[in-house]
């Protein structure tokens, strides 16, 4: 888009123009885009998505981008982040107030350290608070809805406080998966008082169990397939050859069949063929089709 129309948004946070989306997810890959704004506060993002619907200018909210598989192509259009300027945490006796762009590792550590559980299962999950609640993000049988009493949500010009239940939580997903056009602000968490020491023993305990079962050394963007409730989606991955099967730059890792990991020179397209060809080999081996659990943002459908 015309580089002008950015210009005059300018004056609601830092603007970056022509990035790559390489930089801002954990897959490591993914085209250019127009251009990236941190708003300052929420103020200015209330005024920028004005402008933003006032001028029809496309755009991507993302926070870590730890679950985005964004296309090799261009992006036309504005992304926006919140981790720079909307980070803030506020605890109160038993909860948590958190900021969407908080990081939700960072989190689960300050909550620990005050004594505060609830958020174990969340100490090895590299996003933003925003992205947790976005797709109820969850570990070892434990997810944002366990804990979650209410968010704050920018809609249709508007925040409201929306309560849990109104959220349609679900096993990775949620309603904001329904409704693009709405923002998660900030999160509020019932947590329960415990000793730090315990919780502390439980994150480091799960903190071994991924570097020993996850290609943490790796760029990629977790888990790429949907377990289901009575099958893990490695199990069905591996059971069709598919442990580090490997198309130009990217495979499958061998440490963990349900990642798919970066060696290094990956393009998003290898990454894509791969999950093409794992679900083609899963239909025609068990009649099963497997649901991504990681988002494809800005592909020619
Ligand atoms: C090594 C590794 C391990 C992982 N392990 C786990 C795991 O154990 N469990 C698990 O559930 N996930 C896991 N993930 C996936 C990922 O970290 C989570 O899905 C995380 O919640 C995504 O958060 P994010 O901030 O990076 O969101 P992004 O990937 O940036 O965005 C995901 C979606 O959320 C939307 N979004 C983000 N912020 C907002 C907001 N403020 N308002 C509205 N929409 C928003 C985006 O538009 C996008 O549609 C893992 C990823 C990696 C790389």
């Known amino acids: 888009m015309d580089r002008k129309i950015y210009t005059n948004l300018e004056q609601y946070g830092d603007m970056v123009?022509?990035?790559?989306?390489?930089?801002?997810?954990?897959?490591?890959?993914g085209g250019t885009y127009d251009a990236l704004i941190y708003p300052k506060n929420q103020l200015a993002l209330e005024e920028l998505l004005h402008q933003i619907r006032k001028h029809s200018i496309p755009?991507?909210?993302?926070?870590?981008?730890?679950?985005?598989?964004?296309?090799?192509?261009?992006?036309?259009?504005?992304?926006?982040?919140l981790?720079?300027?909307?980070?803030?945490?506020?605890?109160?006796?038993?909860?948590?107030?958190?900021?969407?762009?908080?990081?939700?590792?960072?989190?689960?550590?300050e909550a620990a350290g005050r004594g505060l559980s609830g958020l174990e299962f969340a100490s090895g999950i590299p996003g933003t608070v925003g992205g947790a609640v976005f797709m109820n993000a969850g570990a070892y049988k434990s997810c944002v809805k366990d804990i979650l009493q209410e968010v704050l949500v920018y809609h249709d010009g508007f925040c409201d406080?929306?309560?849990?239940?109104?959220?349609?939580?679900?096993?990775?997903?949620?309603?904001?998966?329904?409704?693009?056009?709405?923002?998660?602000?900030?999160?509020?968490?019932?947590?329960?008082?415990?000793?730090p020491?315990?919780?502390?023993?439980?994150?480091?305990?799960?903190?071994?169990?991924?570097?020993?079962?996850q290609p943490l050394e790796y760029p990629s963007a977790g888990s790429v397939f949907r377990n289901f409730p009575d099958q893990p989606a490695w199990q069905?991955?591996?059971?069709?050859?598919?442990?580090?099967?490997?198309?130009?730059?990217?495979?499958?890792?061998?440490?963990?069949?349900?990642?798919?990991?970066?060696?290094?020179k990956a393009k998003a397209s290898d990454i894509e063929r791969l999950m093409q060809e794992a679900k083609r080999r899963v239909r025609e081996a068990y009649g099963i089709e497997l649901i991504a659990e990681i988002e494809r943002f800005n592909w020619d459908e």
Not at 87 to 107: C, N, R
Not at 197 to 213: F, S
């Open 161 to 195: 406080w929306m309560a849990a239940e109104e959220l349609q939580l679900d096993y990775r997903t949620s309603i904001f998966s329904l409704k693009p056009d709405w923002l998660i602000l900030a999160a509020r968490f019932v947590l329960k008082t415990n000793d």
């Open 17 to 29: 123009y022509g990035g790559s989306f390489g930089d801002l997810t954990t897959f490591r890959v």
């Open 236 to 264: 069905l991955l591996e059971g069709v050859g598919l442990r580090s099967y490997t198309i130009g730059g990217a495979r499958f890792s061998e440490k963990h069949c349900n990642f798919i990991i970066n060696g290094g």
């Open 59 to 81: 755009y991507k909210l993302i926070g870590k981008g730890s679950n985005l598989l964004c296309s090799d192509r261009h992006y036309e259009g504005l992304v926006i982040r």
């Open 83 to 109: 981790d720079k300027y909307f980070h803030s945490v506020f605890f109160d006796e038993e909860s948590v107030t958190a900021q969407a762009g908080a990081s939700i590792i960072a989190l689960s550590y």
């Open 197 to 213: 020491e315990t919780i502390n023993a439980l994150m480091q305990h799960r903190r071994m169990a991924r570097i020993a079962n």
